[in-house]
């Protein structure tokens, strides 16, 4: 009985305060007019309480944008996520041979945990501390100083936490997507310790020189402003040639490319391709870093180019070998999602249209073509399509951006948006985006040598002869992915 | 006592079971199998690489039967099986010397 009246007594509390707090505040907003009200001046007492309730309503209003980006960021985290596992992990565990699909998947979810950890520890770090114009400090080692609180050099309205796991996320993805260049022949080992290393010495820095403060590439104030709104040079350029410079220093798979090595299962791969469609959203709409207009605009640029990528390769595909293929259309969607990536916020929908179907038909191109003419082993095409379609899709970018979507040069005084892209008639910045290609190839092939170099002499990056063709299942994980007879 | 082996078309299969079953022929094996005849597979497509798959998906059934059936098997197979294109599979028939029935040791023709 006693507690049924505190309970009561709870609820009438929690239900008769906010009116009355409300009460208050209009009663202080609104002083009660006297009859003279007209004609007496102002008191100091009532622009005191005018100064209250605009700040009081200030402070609501920011708490409530606040809560909505917040809510999206999180959102937008999760989505990142769920790209890598169990989208990348469906997509490219379907493609390799069903002795090797474990290895594969592992070899994505190892990224999800020890990215995690390296970025608590110093990724985050390198990343978005202060340092200089080309990697970051060590203000935030193990976190320091990255509270609930948000760091107004990124992100003004979300928790610096929010950032700093949201940004996590594509740190983990990146290095998993080079896994696809050298499916079915490394060592689990020498995989960790070579993406691991990759990790902070090739992914942080570039992520610093595009989004950190000072960056060297960055929009706003960088020596060459280059436009990357969610991640084409820093994500797909840099995993896409990473891959291409793996697989060719790993050399071919036995027996490639005469025997046939078919995916195994185009079932998980299509499930994977469309888990990545999804997530892509939180990739793109929540690089707004807030739920305003522009993550709509990046929201329906990133849906728009994969359906056009996924029309333009399996049209290309249909001409070319005459049937078109579910993983066609499935890898002209993935091709147009990295497209658009760092034009995502920048352009105008039909642009978006435009950068799909051109990346749908170009990276088919990598793929059906110079792959088979050059004679590299990149199993499951993550340079044709990250390294390929990034490069395309931050050239674009500097040919597609406008001011009218983002005003990513800043106002004039007249309050116009400064000229973004070539298409505003800034054509100059083609060539900033070109720098911003440059480097990122050139960081990517020169880190990625270098710590393969180290890696095989340290630990040795290929598995046996005999445990390539046992699998990766079996030889690394002592396990199979399917047991028919259990 | 006739062994009577057929490769079948997988999708066959349903058909050529029912008309053994009205032919009186109760007891068969059925094997998941992989071949080619002289059809010589086909050929798949994965980003662009041609792929040849020679050996296609079968079923092979084994059935023994007394001499008398084996006209009748062979027909009801046949006529289950046929579509007069490549790749309608085969028919292999060869003397089986014994059968005995585990349970109860029963042999001969009446094993079966």
Redesign the interface.
């Known amino acids: 009985m006693f507690r049924r009246v505190s309970l009561l007594l709870l609820l009438f509390a929690c239900l008769g305060i906010p009116p009355l707090t409300l009460a208050q505040a209009t009663s202080s907003a609104r002083p009660v007019p006297s009859p003279s009200a007209a004609q007496a001046p102002v008191t100091q007492a009532q622009i005191a309480a005018l100064e209250q309730s605009v700040r009081t309503a200030q402070t609501a209003s920011a708490t409530a944008q606040s809560a909505a980006d917040n809510a999206w960021m999180l959102v937008s985290a999760a989505l990142v996520l769920l790209m890598t596992g169990p989208g990348l992990a469906l997509f490219y565990g379907g493609l390799v041979r069903k002795k090797n699909i474990l290895g594969t998947m592992m070899q994505s979810f190892a990224m999800m945990g020890l990215v995690t950890i390296l970025w608590a520890v110093v990724g985050y770090s390198l990343a978005f501390g202060h340092g200089n114009a080309f990697i970051g400090g060590f203000e935030h080692v193990f976190l320091r100083g990255v509270g609930l609180t948000p760091n107004t050099d990124y992100a003004a309205t979300i928790p610096e936490q929010t950032y700093m796991i949201y940004q996590l996320m594509f740190a983990i993805i990146t290095p998993a997507l080079i896994t696809g260049a050298f499916a079915e022949r490394m060592k689990f080992s020498a995989m960790a310790v070579f993406l691991s290393l990759w990790s902070l010495l090739v992914y942080s820095p570039m992520a610093h020189m595009v989004w950190g403060v000072g960056g060297f590439l960055n929009a706003n104030g960088g020596h060459v402003p280059s436009l990357d709104f969610a991640g084409g040079t820093v994500v797909h350029i840099t995993s896409g040639v990473s891959a291409l410079v793996t697989c060719i220093y790993l050399g071919k798979r036995i027996g490639y490319p005469h025997i046939n090595m078919p995916p195994h299962s185009m079932v998980l791969s299509f499930i994977g391709a469309c888990l990545l469609w999804v997530g892509w959203f939180g990739f793109n709409a929540g690089s707004a870093l807030g739920s305003g207009p522009l993550a709509t605009s990046a929201f329906i640029n990133t849906h728009f180019a994969a359906a056009a990528a996924a029309l333009g390769w399996t049209i290309a595909e249909w001409i070319h070998n005459g049937k078109p293929t579910a993983l066609g259309a499935i890898s002209g969607a993935v091709a147009g999602l990295v497209a658009i990536t760092p034009a995502s916020g920048f352009v105008q929908p039909f642009a978006a249209l435009a950068i799909g179907l051109i990346a749908g038909v170009f990276c088919s191109f990598m793929v059906f073509a110079v792959k088979s003419r050059l004679r590299y082993d990149d199993s499951l095409d993550a340079f044709g399509v990250h390294g390929a379609g990034g490069t395309l899709g931050a050239l674009l970018t500097g040919l597609f951006a406008t001011g009218a979507i983002n005003a990513a040069f800043g106002k004039n005084a007249a309050g116009a948006a400064l000229p973004t892209g070539a298409m505003d008639g800034h054509w100059s910045q083609i060539l900033n985006q070109l720098a911003g290609i440059g480097l990122a190839w050139g960081i990517s092939i020169v880190g990625t040598l270098v710590l393969l170099f180290v890696v095989d002499k340290v630990i040795g990056l290929r598995v046996s002869p005999e445990e390539e063709s046992a699998g990766l299942d079996l030889s690394q994980h002592g396990e199979e992915g399917y047991d028919l007879n259990a | 006592m006739l062994k009577i082996e057929a490769v079948l078309q997988p999708s066959k299969l349903d058909a050529v079971k029912d008309a053994l079953l009205d032919a009186g022929i109760e007891g068969m094996t059925i094997l998941e199998a992989r071949g080619h005849g002289r059809q010589k597979g086909h050929t ?10 020679d050996l296609l998906p079968k079923v092979k059934i084994e059935i023994v039967v007394t001499d008398e059936l084996k006209e009748k098997a062979i027909q009801a197979i046949i006529g289950a099986a046929r579509t007069g294109r490549i790749g309608d599979g085969k028919i292999f028939v060869s003397r089986v010397e014994e059968a005995i029935r585990i349970r109860n040791d029963e042999r001969g023709e009446t094993a079966l």
């Open positions: 798949e497509f994965y980003r662009g690489r041609e792929y040849t798959v």
